[in-house]
């Protein structure tokens, strides 16, 4: 399955990766589409509106029982009122992992994914591996992107679609007792919060 995280068989994401650059080429030379423009949009949703967005609601509810409590309540209402609206984001769950049980997200149908909080999806998440065997293995995927849990963990496995989407919230990790929010923040990785990634002590 390729991700980001593995050289092998990269024969998905070239494939794609040609299909989506011939395609921007067409565009481009009928003046459809600015470049300029498109790269400004992309930084957009990769770097400001994007996974550091989801890092400040993770690290939150980390530091705020309060506001750990609406996220479970009413995930939607309380990411807008971070002020983190928009594509793709409307409609939006939050799910807690625990020592008992581990999240993770895919959508099965397309590739349905909160963007406000996330940025763009990753190529491996819109891949028909992905899509396919993380529900039928979701074990199995995990420890291809490094993860492996205890026997004892259970996994769920939350399909994305149009009407709902999800954000997992990592286990905060040992050794972070008394940091900040803001201290927390650059421990969380986008792939932590669709559930493929742990967040690590710090070292």
Known sequence: MPHDHHDHDHSELDDMTSRVMAL????????????????????TYENHVGPRNGAKVVARAWTDPDFARALEEDATAAIHGMGFAGRQG?????????????????????????????????VWYKSMPYRSRAVSEPRAVLSEFGVTLPEGTAIRVWD????????????????????????LEPLVSRDAMIGTALVGAPS
Not at 91 to 111: D, G, I, P, R
Not at 161 to 176: D, Q, S
Request: proline share 8%.
């Open 24 to 43: 921007e080429k067409l565009l481009t030379d009928k003046g459809l589409i600015d470049p300029a423009a498109l790269d400004v949009i992309l930084d």
């Open 90 to 122: 409307e409609h939006l769950t939050a799910v807690f992992n625990t020592a008992e049980q581990h999240n993770m997200v895919v959508c099965t149908l397309c590739s349905c994914y909160p963007w406000s909080v996330l940025g763009l999806p990753p």
């Open 160 to 183: 994305s679609t149009a009407e709902m989407r999800y954000l997992v919230i990592p286990m905060r990790p040992e050794g972070t007792e008394g940091w900040t929010a803001a201290q």
